[in-house]
């Protein structure tokens, strides 16, 4: 435990100092949102793959897919990096810093205002990322909780609390370019975390192939190449997880903010090979936690009647296969990786109501040294009110996660991917999409569909619907 406390206090110690060190450099919004615009390959790389990873990743996602569907959970790690991570990179980057500096536009509401000429859709865009990334948030912190009550046997809600109080002081201090420094030291971590767990857990399993027998001997349907679930429940994951990055807004502000479209080539080999390793071993771990957690040995794991208790089956499966005196290892994996997406949905989420909101529609004569200070404020509020939310615990992190990734993906994919590629599709066809492919994706959740697969079909719906509605609206203009 004291070996525990002591790297906490210098991790947190070394949080302070890059946020102060940011402090100094941060003169400017500019500054704050984008680190000058000018942030290297290899800061990208990581900063986009922990962006992407997080204590969602290791606690929710590993553990509910793991136990449901076994090895089949590794089709995600795949699509994840060679779809949501290697294609945006190669695709939808270069684009991005393109359209930046055609229409002069550094966040999604205000690329959707200049490539559309529609206030209205950058209104509803500001409000949209806002809201759905605050269940996101709180899903982050519900994992990072989860894991320091297990570790350190703290009550939930003050981890909760000691989670938000370090994640706001380098964000309101620093902003993206401490975010940045942190992320690329972060990801260092998580590379040699994940490795060190992977020999970890095929050890206490005896090997591959005896971790391999032991699932099939609990139910052969976990070791083959779709799980037990179905491929239907499979493949809505999938695509959940692998199209909402073509247009989560915490992803695409890493090709804002970074370099030239030469640098964008550099970091894209970098963020592929990170999120396979951590994707892979992510999953691949969560798919023994039935070989090593019962209710016997892991009885905060299960309810009294013996189901799992999805969120803190990854908690107690790392407790029992990696050493006591190296837990503290895979506490600053799970650390390293939450408070990284932490970081960059509340840049995100604040820049979006100071920027979009507040400075396009309420009051557009701010200094930019007003629109920095309320950027720091919001970040804190921001962080205040996921915390809140967190408390509630009101589902399991999957589930809010789903609902939070296919809401933002929903809405943007068809306005935003249309828009960047295609200078044909017209403004109805951007708001239908946008409105459309988020209504239908609310609906099926609110009416029993589970949230991944409520947000694959509205993403699909909003990629679909802007071109028909935009050659419909076309040919009546005409």
Same mark, same amino acid.
């Given at each position: 435990?004291?070996?525990?406390?002591?790297?906490?206090?210098?991790?947190? #110690?070394? !949080?302070?100092?890059?946020?102060?060190?940011?402090?100094?450099? +941060?003169?400017?919004?500019?500054?704050?949102?984008?680190?000058?615009?000018?942030?290297?390959?290899?800061?990208?790389?990581?900063?986009?793959?922990?962006?992407?990873?997080?204590?969602?990743?290791?606690?929710?996602?590993?553990?509910?897919?793991?136990?449901?569907?076994?090895?089949?959970? #590794?089709?995600?790690?795949?699509?994840? *990096?060679?779809?949501?991570?290697?294609?945006?990179?190669?695709?939808?980057?270069?684009?991005?810093?393109?359209?930046?500096?055609?229409?002069?536009?550094?966040?999604?509401?205000?690329?959707?205002?200049?490539?559309?000429?529609?206030?209205?859709?950058?209104?509803?865009?500001?409000?949209? !990322?806002?809201?759905?990334?605050?269940?996101?948030? /709180?899903?982050?912190?519900?994992?990072?909780?989860? %894991?320091? +009550?297990?570790?350190?046997?703290?009550?939930?809600?003050? /981890?909760?609390?000691?989670?938000?109080?370090?994640?706001?002081?380098?964000? &309101?201090?620093?902003?993206?370019?401490?975010?940045?420094?942190?992320?690329? !030291?972060?990801?260092?971590?998580?590379?040699?975390?994940? !490795?060190?767990?992977?020999?970890?857990?095929?050890?206490?399993?005896?090997?591959?192939?005896?971790?391999?027998? *032991?699932?099939?001997?609990?139910?052969?349907?976990?070791?083959?190449? &779709?799980?037990?679930?179905?491929?239907?429940?499979?493949?809505?994951?999938?695509?959940?997880?692998?199209?909402?990055?073509?247009?989560?807004?915490?992803?695409?502000?890493?090709?804002?903010?970074?370099?030239?479209?030469?640098?964008?080539?550099?970091?894209?080999?970098?963020?592929? =090979?990170?999120?396979?390793?951590?994707?892979?071993?992510?999953?691949?771990?969560? *798919?023994?936690?039935?070989?090593?957690?019962?209710?016997?040995?892991?009885?905060?794991?299960?309810?009294?009647?013996?189901?799992?208790?999805?969120?803190?089956?990854?908690?107690?499966?790392?407790?029992?296969?990696?050493?006591? *005196?190296?837990?503290?290892?895979? %506490?600053? #994996?799970?650390?390293?990786?939450?408070?990284?997406?932490?970081?960059?949905? &509340? %840049?995100?989420?604040?820049?979006?109501?100071?920027?979009?909101?507040?400075?396009?529609?309420?009051?557009?004569?701010?200094?930019?040294?007003?629109?920095?200070?309320?950027?720091?404020?919001?970040?804190?509020?921001?962080?205040?009110?996921?915390?809140?939310? =967190?408390?509630?615990?009101?589902?399991?992190?999957?589930?809010? #996660?789903?609902?939070?990734?296919?809401?933002?993906? /929903?809405?943007?994919?068809?306005?935003?991917?249309?828009?960047?590629?295609?200078?044909?599709?017209?403004?109805?066809?951007?708001?239908?999409?946008?409105?459309?492919?988020?209504?239908?994706?609310?609906?099926?959740?609110?009416?029993?569909?589970?949230?991944?697969?409520?947000?694959?079909?509205?993403?699909?719906?909003?990629?679909?619907?802007?071109?028909?509605?935009?050659?419909?609206?076309?040919?009546?203009?005409?």
């Amino acid at each position: 435990m004291l070996i525990r406390i002591i790297v906490l206090s210098l991790y947190a #110690l070394m !949080i302070v100092v890059i946020g102060i060190r940011g402090f100094r450099g +941060t003169k400017t919004f500019n500054d704050f949102y984008l680190g000058g615009g000018n942030v290297g390959p290899w800061m990208t790389a990581f900063s986009y793959g922990v962006a992407y990873f997080s204590a969602v990743l290791f606690i929710g996602f590993a553990g509910n897919i793991g136990w449901n569907f076994g090895y089949s959970g #590794l089709w995600i790690a795949l699509f994840n *990096s060679f779809v949501g991570v290697l294609l945006v990179w190669w695709v939808v980057g270069p684009r991005i810093k393109d359209a930046a500096l055609e229409y002069n536009a550094y966040t999604l509401p205000e690329f959707l205002l200049k490539r559309y000429n529609s206030p209205a859709l950058k209104l509803i865009a500001s409000l949209v !990322i806002f809201v759905f990334m605050i269940p996101y948030s /709180a899903a982050v912190f519900m994992g990072l909780s989860y %894991l320091f +009550t297990s570790n350190f046997d703290i009550e939930y809600g003050y /981890a909760l609390m000691f989670m938000g109080f370090f994640t706001a002081l380098y964000m &309101v201090l620093g902003g993206y370019k401490s975010m940045a420094v942190i992320d690329m !030291i972060f990801g260092m971590i998580m590379a040699v975390s994940v !490795i060190f767990l992977f020999f970890s857990a095929t050890h206490q399993g005896g090997g591959l192939s005896e971790i391999t027998f *032991s699932l099939q001997d609990i139910d052969p349907g976990l070791t083959q190449a &779709v799980g037990p679930p179905g491929w239907w429940a499979l493949l809505s994951i999938v695509m959940l997880t692998s199209l909402a990055p073509f247009a989560m807004p915490q992803l695409m502000q890493k090709f804002y903010a970074i370099k030239d479209k030469a640098t964008i080539k550099r970091g894209m080999v970098g963020s592929t =090979a990170f999120a396979i390793l951590i994707g892979g071993v992510a999953y691949f771990i969560g *798919s023994t936690s039935r070989i090593f957690l019962n209710t016997e040995n892991a009885p905060a794991a299960f309810t009294i009647a013996g189901e799992p208790v999805y969120d803190i089956l990854m908690p107690e499966l790392l407790n029992n296969i990696v050493p006591e *005196s190296l837990n503290v290892i895979i %506490l600053l #994996l799970i650390l390293s990786a939450s408070m990284s997406t932490l970081a960059a949905l &509340v %840049l995100v989420s604040s820049s979006t109501f100071v920027k979009d909101f507040y400075d396009g529609f309420i009051n557009k004569n701010l200094s930019d040294r007003s629109l920095t200070l309320m950027m720091r404020v919001m970040s804190a509020l921001f962080i205040f009110i996921s915390v809140v939310l =967190a408390y509630m615990n009101f589902d399991s992190i999957v589930a809010i #996660l789903g609902i939070s990734w296919g809401a933002l993906g /929903a809405f943007f994919l068809g306005p935003f991917i249309w828009g960047l590629f295609n200078k044909k599709v017209t403004r109805a066809g951007a708001m239908v999409s946008g409105l459309g492919g988020l209504g239908v994706c609310l609906a099926l959740y609110l009416t029993g569909t589970p949230s991944p697969q409520a947000g694959t079909v509205g993403m699909l719906l909003s990629l679909a619907l802007n071109p028909l509605v935009s050659l419909v609206t076309k040919t009546k203009a005409s």
